[in-house]
């Protein structure tokens, strides 16, 4: 768990401020304030951290393409390398063991979705370097249609990277969103009008929750489960951090954290159940959180102390 807060460290300073504030409403002066704590010297694009970090992880263990991986996402990842290997050595979730326990199991319930015939549109939220979209397009060519979605920098840069991994078409495209945006081009609202209402949808995000408070992610969720209303069947997939497994030593050095990062690293919900009370209110009939460790049928061996740091948000809506 020692690692979320690496992530946190590195999300953080990218992430806009905190409140329900949307990029759109900021001023150019304030972009450009947040801008420049996540500018790279290796690129004219700003991505956050994580992004890098997490995009080189999939490269790492053959789920991505080499053109999903920079030179930011190499240095990071190899700066981690000894902490992930002292905590393995200690018996400890390392980093590289929780992202690959939530992105097979998110991998998996969507494949479940789209073989049963219940989803044939995904929307990813938060794609960042995730090889996911260009992985599922592959597999399943013409019969899904699969819309990454970010922030407009990053969205422009993942184009580009698609481009350049002979990707994309009319069924695979990447589009610029705000999570946070109520109504507008960019919201998911938007986006959502803009597939099929007649084939079965799925939401997905990925490493974006628990960098939001609370009251940011219930609107999210309502917004999530508003724009699935449109499809036959919709489900919302994700990866939660919970406070039951939090240690107090964790809590400690998050909140020192976040007071040198201006941000946080929020724990919504204590434990599962209560996570799915919060599901259910935000308009999910059948709200479930897959623990990663009891579905190694389905993704294979996981590292157990890493596994138990993630649960996997598997919300149908109806
Ligand atoms: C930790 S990265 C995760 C990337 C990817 N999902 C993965 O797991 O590899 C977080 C991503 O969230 C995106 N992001 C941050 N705030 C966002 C917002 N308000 N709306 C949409 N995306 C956002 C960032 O641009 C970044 O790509």
């Not at 694009?45 to 080499?66: D, E, F, K, M, N």
């Not at 407009?152 to 580009?160: G, H």
């Amino acid at each position: 768990m020692t690692f979320v807060y690496c992530t946190g460290l590195m999300f953080s300073v990218y992430h806009r401020p905190p409140g329900r504030v949307s990029w759109q409403s900021l001023t150019p002066r304030k972009r450009n304030g947040y801008d420049a704590l996540v500018a790279t010297s290796s690129s004219s694009v700003r991505i956050s951290p994580t992004a890098h970090y997490t995009g080189y992880t999939w490269l790492q263990h053959g789920l991505s393409h080499p053109a999903f991986a920079t030179p930011t996402g190499r240095f990071l990842y190899r700066a981690l390398v000894p902490a992930n290997k002292a905590m393995a050595a200690a018996g400890q979730g390392t980093l590289d063991g929780f992202l690959l326990a939530r992105h097979h199991l998110i991998d998996a319930l969507l494949r479940r979705a789209i073989e049963s015939g219940q989803v044939s549109q995904v929307i990813e939220v938060a794609c960042g370097l995730s090889p996911r979209g260009y992985r599922f397009a592959q597999a399943h060519g013409d019969a899904i249609t699969y819309v990454e979605a970010d922030l407009p920098p990053m969205a422009a840069k993942k184009r580009e990277l698609l481009a350049r991994a002979g990707a994309g078409a009319p069924t695979h495209r990447v589009v610029e969103i705000d999570a946070t945006a109520e109504t507008g081009e960019h919201s998911i609202d938007a986006i959502a009008a803009g597939l099929d209402p007649a084939r079965g949808t799925a939401i997905i995000t990925e490493g974006l929750l628990n960098y939001f408070d609370p009251a940011s992610v219930a609107g999210m969720w309502g917004r999530f489960a508003r724009a699935l209303g449109r499809f036959p069947h919709g489900l919302y997939l994700a990866d939660l951090h919970l406070g039951e497994h939090a240690r107090p030593i964790e809590r400690v050095f998050a909140g020192l954290l976040g007071v040198f990062v201006r941000g946080r690293i929020h724990f919504h919900y204590p434990d599962a159940p209560a996570a799915t009370v919060g599901l259910s209110g935000a308009g999910f009939g059948r709200p479930a959180l897959r623990a990663p460790e009891e579905h190694q049928d389905l993704i294979g061996p996981v590292h157990v102390p890493s596994a138990r740091a993630v649960r996997i948000v598997e919300a149908w809506l109806r």
